[in-house]
């Protein structure tokens, strides 16, 4: 069985609050079960936007966007990647993987459990940077802000190693 911690790790307060332990969402933790290659951290916690990885990003972005069909999950909280119809968490999951494969670090590719501004609880892709502060990745538009901007509130955040949450 995987491993899961809850600690608190050091986080940039000023880009995403309040820092205290949080378990992983359990349909996260499913998917590390059973696909443990989607659950790895690596590389560098941060990366430098430059205009090379800001296409990439929004390249990423609205093309998964476009090939998932929202369709919630039901009863059950499953998290997949590389599905045809899905909720937000497969979106991020999907943006993740192809970001990985893309060449960037695991480590700066936080999934986010957010709550919106009408009070939903929502999966984004944050992408921590070095100097732009974290970016967000969402499904529920195609532009690429700031978290800051995004005007969510992050309930709990992955970490470099992205069993880790806090």
């Given amino acids: 069985m995987a491993a899961f911690s809850v600690v608190v790790s050091c986080l940039s307060l000023s880009t995403i609050g309040p820092v205290s332990a949080a378990p992983a969402p359990t349909g996260f933790r499913i998917l590390c079960l059973n696909q443990p290659q989607e659950c790895r951290g690596g590389g560098k916690a941060s990366i430098t936007p430059t205009p090379g990885v800001m296409t990439l990003l929004e ?45 960037l670090p695991a480590s700066a590719l936080r999934i986010g459990w957010v709550k919106t501004r009408a009070g939903e609880q929502h999966a984004i892709l944050v992408v921590r940077t070095n100097d732009r502060g974290d970016l967000v990745l969402d499904n529920l538009t195609g532009k690429i802000r700031t978290l800051s901007q995004s005007g969510y509130e992050v309930l709990s955040i992955s970490g470099p190693d992205p069993k880790i949450w806090s």
Avoid: F, Q
């Fill in 59 to 103: 390249r990423v972005n609205a093309k998964v966007n476009a090939a998932i069909r929202p369709l919630a999950d039901g009863a059950s909280d499953v998290w997949s990647v590389n599905v045809r119809a899905g909720d937000c968490e497969d979106y991020v999951m999907t943006k993740r993987h192809a970001l990985i494969i893309a060449g």
